[in-house]
């Protein structure tokens, strides 16, 4: 924000005599949004992350309940056994497919949000 608030879009503005607020709403806002969004898609993907490793701990989510970070621990002695191994195989690739695809959602918001992008 404070970068944004130096730009020449910004000078403009107030040299024409916009007020403040929409200075604020009608150009800095539509340029955050995207930087807003990726923080957000990003954060949603280290939630996602962080619960699955510490249920992979034994310090998230409890047995009765379910998660991938979970079915890791319980099934991590199959890593030895050919015949066990689509137990961890699975909830492996699944996390990563989640935390990808949360990660491709938000470049395709800030692709979407963006103001420059638009010419």
């Known amino acids: 924000m404070l970068a944004l608030k130096e730009k020449e879009f910004v000078e ?3 040299a024409s ?3 403040s607020w929409r200075i604020i ?5 539509p340029n955050l949004v995207g930087a807003i969004m990726v923080n957000l898609t990003l954060s949603v993907a280290v939630a996602i992350v962080t619960e699955s490793t510490l249920s992979f701990l034994g310090y998230g989510i409890n047995p009765p309940k379910t998660s ?12 030895n056994d050919t015949s066990k191994i689509h137990l961890l195989l699975f909830p492996g ?9 949360v ?16 010419h």
């Open 103 to 118: 990660n491709f959602l938000g470049d395709g918001l800030r692709d979407a949000f963006d103001p420059q992008a638009k």
């Open 68 to 79: 991938w970070g979970l079915m890791l621990s319980e099934n991590e002695g199959a890593i």
């Open 17 to 19: 005599g916009a007020s």
């Open 12 to 14: 403009a503005a107030r």
């Open 93 to 101: 690739l699944m996390l990563l497919v989640t935390v990808m695809c």
């Open 25 to 29: 709403i009608r150009h800095i806002l």
